[in-house]
């Protein structure tokens, strides 16, 4: 998941005073019936999160990002003296 993505959520969960989990649950289940999860000023909370965060992130890039890969370690293998 996108880490600004994940900031925004984190954010959202403390001004609910709820879990991510329960955010998540919340959000699934709402779009599984074609709802929205949010009320009109729990999104401009969120508006005001993404702005913070700096995401700038849309509906239209949803499936369009990819995972970074790790970066090669080149030094000594870890636990080994």
Same mark, same amino acid.
């Given at each position: 998941?996108?880490?600004r $993505? ?5 954010? $959202?969960?403390?001004? &609910?005073?709820i =879990? $991510?989990?329960?955010? &998540? ?12 999860? #949010?009320?009109?000023? =729990?999104i401009? +909370?969120? !508006?005001?999160?993404?702005? #913070? ?10 499936? !369009?990002?990819?995972e970074a890969?790790p ?6 293998p +870890?636990?080994?003296?």
């Amino acid at each position: 998941m996108e880490k600004r $993505l994940l900031k925004v959520l984190k954010g $959202l969960a403390e001004y &609910l005073d709820i =879990t $991510l989990g329960d955010l &998540l649950e919340g959000i699934v289940l709402h779009a599984f019936e074609g709802k929205c999860a #949010f009320s009109p000023s =729990t999104i401009a +909370r969120i !508006q005001d999160l993404k702005k #913070f965060y700096g995401l700038d992130l849309d509906a239209s890039a949803s499936h !369009q990002l990819k995972e970074a890969r790790p970066p090669v370690s080149r030094g000594k293998p +870890r636990g080994r003296k």
